[in-house]
């Protein structure tokens, strides 16, 4: 399979717990991105990596969220003391030409259920 | 504020005919223009694309046509099949340093055999 890849697909946890989501973006892609689905909305902007680095973290909520790449590949998103208001799809996007977003190929998602 | 809006929640089409899908936008920033269709239980999948220097791109049986003084697209789908009942984003891209995609919330099609 040469699509990006997101796990684990469901993740239920307690209010106040801590939670890892990961993806693992197409081969050879060097840009990588975190969106927010919430019900009834369209995917939300969390965060952009291109290599290693955080190019971009506007999106992220708050300091309870933070994501890390560390060798350019696999990225993590961590979120802290989660709320019930976490409760979303949470997908990833790989591109191999940062910028040209008609190349933002996207994973089928966690779903996180705060309960 | 809403930068990306697609007014119609759902949209019902007999198969065959022409699926028109909406979407208005009030950045005026933006220069790049997708549409992404997300099947239940997956991620969303690019479609097509259009640049603003453009007012209409075509791909099979899919045109996107952009009215930029109007800061309004809208997808065509024609002859419409079951197989394209699914969700339809709209998102808007800027180049200019962000590579962030802003979303609509979705316009959902069914195909009526």
């Known amino acids: 399979g040469a699509g990006v890849s997101q796990t684990p697909s469901n993740k239920v946890t307690e209010k106040g717990k801590y939670v890892e989501l990961r993806c693992d973006p197409i081969s050879g892609h060097t840009a990588l991105y975190w969106y927010r689905q919430s019900l009834g909305q369209g995917p939300e902007f969390l965060i952009y990596?291109?290599?290693?680095?955080?190019?971009?973290d506007s999106g992220l909520p708050n300091d309870r969220f933070f994501a890390v790449r560390p060798e350019g590949s696999v990225s993590t998103l961590k979120i802290q003391r989660t709320e019930r208001g976490d409760s979303a799809v949470y997908l990833c996007?790989?591109?191999?030409?940062?910028?040209?977003?008609?190349?933002?190929?996207f994973g089928p998602g966690t779903r996180l259920t705060v309960l | 504020d809403q930068q990306v809006k697609q007014n119609s929640p759902s949209l019902s089409v007999q198969e065959g005919r022409i699926s028109i899908l909406n979407c208005d936008y009030t950045n005026s920033m933006f220069d790049y223009f997708l549409w992404y269709k997300k099947y239940p239980a997956e991620g969303p999948t690019f479609l097509i694309s259009i640049s603003s220097i453009k007012d209409k791109n075509e791909d099979g049986r899919f045109t996107v046509f952009l009215n930029k003084s109007a800061k309004h697209l809208s997808l065509h789908i024609v002859p419409s099949q079951p197989g394209d009942s699914a969700v339809y984003f709209c998102a808007g891209y800027s180049g200019a340093g962000s590579y962030q995609l802003t979303f609509g919330k979705g316009t959902k099609l069914s195909v009526i055999p």
């Open positions: 990596f291109q290599g290693t680095g955080a190019a971009d």
């Open positions: 996007a790989s591109s191999l030409i940062p910028g040209l977003a008609d190349t933002q190929y």
